[in-house]
């Protein structure tokens, strides 16, 4: 059942597609209504399978001559995941009500770009898995180059060229292993059962893992991401921070880390302190974290300030799946879930909730105008989501990042330390940004235009999606194990046999 | 093991007060109602735990465990004993007081209320908390709430002293958490009791050698410091006071009395529920230390009130001064090997608790009722002659002055002097330098009522409006209460003998 969230997303973009653009209403509530579908699917499918073990949905030949098929299987990570593609897919059209220009290609392009999210979380086929992520590479650009705002299509063409490059690294190392296994196929319990020689992992594990890494925002290949989202509208910025930097990190450990375990292992040599793959990728996350952090805090751009936390939590996740602990893989795949809640929770009270009311997205100008009492419910939502964002307990960003630390500190207890002073410098970021948009002085201005200028009301849209993402990040706070257990038993699958090796 | 959740409702319930304020019509009246009437179930729902709690014993009672994260052995983990019970009945009695001292709310009043409520089940939480996890939770929860209600409704520095309250206290939190997740890592426990009685036990050093390299002595003294950091940046203890007369100041005043009365108990009773348990040996090896810094606590506290003219500014360091003589306690008793004299100080201790979170909560509600008359002042200089025109308010004053010096017949007497008595015997220098406080407190008490209330009347304060009927009526219960407990301390001491004796026990 949870293949028709895929199903789904691409119909109705098509069907959206084909609907002239002066019916927004109907194109609204027609994409509203799929995404709620696809959401809903999701979480009865996760709720119905308690154990998270994996299930297979589709299996059917798709290229026979190359031995591809479409392979659609879940895992206790994949329902995680696609929860978290359901809530931003539905949160993101509620906060895109307003769009007014060329609405059905807007949504044709948001729900194609959902759809091939799905297809990536649930895909058990390594050429079928390729196939949706660059499916989902081409509405980001549209969306991006068409709707955006600062520096578009600067912006856009960046994240199409990054996210190419990426994907081209990907795809070489997918070819190898295709032809150095001949015959094993691209299913993925069939490649991570016959795994390569030892030296020929050696060099697939690093290209793969980069080339997926170079989305997941990993330094320091991260530049695309805060460009990316400022440029994006919110919408866009919501689902790219929220969940195609997802699409990465899952890639890395789906196939780079699971097809690849032996890489992970010591070289025989030393660099420095360095002395395996997993030491490289554990180093350039937890730089990512606190020069992210470092970045967002000097920022004058509200906006990039979120871009900029965006690869400081994703840094959190790489971190946590080079743990190789069962506790800090599993808080990984939870800080997912965690940021991509709060990331479009962050995204939608700078774009949606300040930026198309105040014009303005820098934080001098913005200190200036009062918001606090202007603005009373973004101000109280972004409290929220910072503190949430800060790490505070309660929310679901603490016990991510919990684990990741604990989960840390048995193999890198120095670069763990760092982590947690790449959480301080969260807290100064978040406080700093909080402080200089909402609780600035109102300055009272001479101009009366301004000086009477009423903000348009908070629409009901952008309180339903709010409350539905404040909602999830309490519930993911509060309840944890909800997700974790399911998470767990993913990992302990033979699936993971080959990494796992005893660890957990 | 009680099978009904009461003390998850009692958290719970100003929770779902907070919503049901925020959803209401946003009108000062209806929400501050709405807050008293949550307020009073709360502080109803405390005595009914008092009452039924078998004191006796003065074990963990009305136990809920339930697993939470069995990945990070986070459990969901409530009891309370005779500390935790008192202080939950003095929260909800502070509250209370707070709200029902509220009158003045000009803007916004549904989120403030909402905000005081979120503040209270904040408290209610870290009071009952056995767990570290859910302990933090609540503890982190009740500084936002304080943060925004000192930044939206204070006075004109309000700023400066939110961010500074938040930065310090945030400092210490961090601290704080980092021990913890040091002792997770070594034990693989957040839940203190465990805790506590693997350090009895002598495991902790065990534990932490096993799991970080080098001395783990040394790694356990910094575990201490940490945890030490984040309650003395709390009570506070000097040097860690500098947040506190600017929040104090600059809150308004019947949030100053929640700051007071019952946010700064957080502090004494993470001293009491976790340092001393399970630190009791590493306090015991910096003894000199914590003592003497508690006697410049005690002492330089005073005296710095005694600078003061601003009456609030003068309250708060009064404030920290009274809490200067539970940390002079608490540390004294450490490693003790007399019981008599341990459970004196630490019964005075939990007394003083108590006590001063009353007569604190009344001077400054008195202050903010000065305030209202006076259109805003409050400096020791601006008054004079009070006596002659507002005499029940000179009285009351008078009252919850002399109590808060320490007169014998008022509540607070008793406390300071179990303090002493047991302090003297355990830790006998520390102690007589601290009795200079107790002398320094008794003329600046003195000083301010003569200045205030005494000598030459002010032409402007003529027609000063004395205690209206209702005001009355809301005080005469608090004055009440501290003759009666200044007559009849048993009423307290009796909750926290049983816990006292286990507590001194568990020390030894």
Request: no cysteine; aromatic share 10%.
């Given at each position: 059942m949870l293949a028709w969230t895929v199903y789904i997303s691409f119909v109705a973009a098509a069907l959206v597609l084909l609907v002239p653009p002066r019916y927004t209403s109907a194109i609204r509530w027609f994409a509203l209504l799929s995404a709620v579908g696809g959401f809903a699917i999701s979480l009865v499918a996760m709720i119905a399978n308690p154990a998270g073990a994996p299930v297979t949905l589709v299996d059917v030949p798709w290229i026979p001559s190359i031995g591809a098929h479409y392979w659609l299987s879940a895992d206790g990570i994949s329902f995680a995941l696609c929860a978290l593609t359901g809530l931003a897919a539905t949160t993101g059209i509620l906060f895109s009500?307003?769009?007014?220009?060329r609405v059905n290609e807007y949504f044709a392009l948001f729900l194609a770009l959902i759809g091939g999210v799905y297809g990536v979380f649930l895909a058990n086929d390594v050429l079928l898995l390729f196939f949706f992520y660059e499916i989902a590479i081409v509405p980001k650009y549209f969306l991006i180059s068409i709707w955006g705002s600062t520096n578009r299509e600067y912006g856009a063409m960046k994240l199409a060229i990054y996210s190419f490059v990426g994907s081209a690294m990907v795809l070489f190392g997918i070819l190898s292993t295709y032809m150095l296994t001949s015959g094993v196929g691209f299913g993925l319990p069939d490649l991570a059962r016959h795994a390569l020689p030892h030296a020929q992992q050696m060099w697939i594990f690093p290209l793969i893992f980069l080339g997926f890494g170079i989305l997941a925002g990993l330094w320091p290949f991260h530049t695309w991401a805060p460009t990316g989202h400022v440029a994006a509208p919110t919408a866009a910025s919501m689902l790219l921070a929220g969940v195609v930097m997802k699409l990465g990190a899952y890639g890395c450990l789906r196939i780079a880390m699971a097809l690849y375990p032996a890489a992970l292992e010591p070289w025989g040599f030393h660099i420095g302190w360095i002395s395996s793959w997993r030491d490289v990728f554990a180093l350039l996350a937890v730089i990512g974290i606190v020069y992210g952090a470092a970045v967002a805090l000097v920022q004058q751009d509200f906006k990039f300030v979120i871009g900029y936390s965006s690869v400081s939590h994703m840094g959190f996740v790489i971190f946590g799946l080079m743990t190789l602990t069962g506790i800090g893989l599993d808080g990984a795949v939870l800080q997912m879930v965690s940021h991509g809640i709060l990331a479009g929770l962050l995204f939608a009270v700078v774009g949606r909730m300040i930026y198309e009311r105040t014009h303005t997205r820098m934080l001098p100008d913005l200190?200036?105008?009062?918001?606090?009492?202007?603005l009373p419910f973004a101000t109280v939502i972004f409290v929220l989501a910072g503190m949430a964002s800060m790490g505070l307990p309660g929310f679901s960003g603490f016990v991510s990042e919990l684990q990741i630390i604990v989960g840390g500190w048995s193999s890198y207890p120095w670069l763990t330390v760092a982590v947690g002073i790449g959480i301080v410098i969260g807290i100064a970021y978040t406080w700093r940004v909080m402080q200089r948009a909402f609780f600035g002085e109102q300055i009272v201005s001479i101009d009366r235009q301004t000086e009477k200028h009423e903000f348009l009301p908070i629409t009901w849209p952008e309180k339903a999606g709010s409350f539905l993402l404040l909602a999830a990040t309490l519930l993911v706070g509060l309840f944890p194990s909800f997700l974790l257990t399911r998470i767990a038993t993913a990992f302990a699958s033979p699936f993971f046999d080959g990494l796992r090796q005893g660890r957990w | 093991m009680s099978s009904f959740p009461l003390l998850s409702i009692l958290i719970a319930l100003p929770v779902v007060g907070a919503i049901v304020v925020l959803l209401a019509p946003r009108k000062a009246n209806v929400a501050r109602g709405i807050a008293l009437g949550f307020g009073t179930l709360g502080l109803i729902l405390a005595g009914l735990l008092w009452h039924s709690y078998d004191a006796a014993a003065g074990t963990l009672q009305f136990v809920e465990r339930a697993a939470w994260i069995p990945s990070l052995a986070i459990e969901y983990h409530l009891a309370v004993d005779g500390f935790s019970l008192l202080l939950l009945v003095l929260s909800a009695l502070v509250t209370l007081i707070s709200i029902v001292a509220s009158t003045q709310v000009k803007s916004r009043p549904s989120l403030y209320f909402a905000l005081v409520l979120l503040l209270e089940a904040g408290l209610f939480g870290t009071f009952t908390a056995l767990n570290f996890f859910h302990w933090f939770l609540f503890w982190e929860l009740s500084l936002i709430p304080a943060f925004f209600l000192i930044r939206l409704?204070?006075?004109?520095?309000r700023e400066a002293a939110a961010t500074q309250f938040f930065v310090y206290t945030m400092v210490g939190s961090v601290t704080l958490l980092l021990s913890f997740l040091a002792l997770y890592l070594a034990t693989g426990t957040f839940d203190f009791s465990a805790l506590a009685q693997m350090a009895q036990q002598g495991m902790l050093l065990p534990a932490i050698a096993a799991h970080f390299s080098g001395n783990s002595s040394s790694w356990l003294l910094l575990i201490f410091w940490g945890s030490f950091l984040g309650f003395a940046v709390k009570i506070p203890i000097i040097p860690f006071h500098t947040w506190l007369p600017e929040a104090y100041t600059e809150a308004p005043t019947a949030i100053t009395i929640l700051l007071t009365g019952a946010l700064s108990k957080m502090g004494v009773y993470g001293l009491l529920r976790i340092v001393l348990p399970i630190f009791s040996e590493q306090i015991r090896w910096m003894q000199p230390l914590l003592l003497w810094l508690a006697v410049l606590t005690i002492v330089s506290a005073a005296a710095a009130a005694f600078a003061q003219r601003d009456l609030k500014r003068i309250l708060a360091y009064s404030s920290i001064n009274h809490l200067g003589y539970c940390v002079l306690a608490i540390f004294a008793v450490?490693?003790?090997?007399?019981p008599i004299e341990s459970s004196a100080a630490l019964s005075g201790a939990a007394l003083q608790l108590f006590n001063h979170g009353v007569t604190a909560s009344l001077l400054f509600w008195l202050v903010a009722l000065l305030e209202q008359r006076s259109g805003g002042k409050r400096s020791i200089?601006?008054?004079?002659?009070l006596r002659a025109t507002v005499p029940a308010f000179a009285a009351i004053f008078g009252i919850a002055a002399f109590s808060s010096l320490g007169l014998?017949?008022?509540?607070?007497f008793i406390g300071e002097f179990l303090i002493f008595k047991g302090s003297f015997a355990l830790a006998t220098w520390p102690s007589s330098i601290a009795v200079l406080g107790l002398f320094i407190t008794a003329v600046l008490y003195l000083t301010v009522v003569q200045k205030v209330f005494t000598g030459p009347t002010q032409e402007r304060w003529n027609g000063m409006a004395d205690l209206s009927g209702r005001e009355r009526i809301w005080i005469a219960p608090l004055v009440l209460l501290m003759f009666v407990l200044g007559i009849f301390p048993q009423l307290v001491l009796g909750l926290v003998n049983g816990s006292v004796s286990l507590l001194v026990g568990q020390i030894r």
């Open positions: 009500w307003n769009i007014e220009h200190e200036g105008m009062g918001l606090a009492s202007r | 409704w204070g006075g004109p520095k450490a490693g003790s090997t007399k200089n601006d008054f004079g002659g014998p017949g008022l509540n607070g």
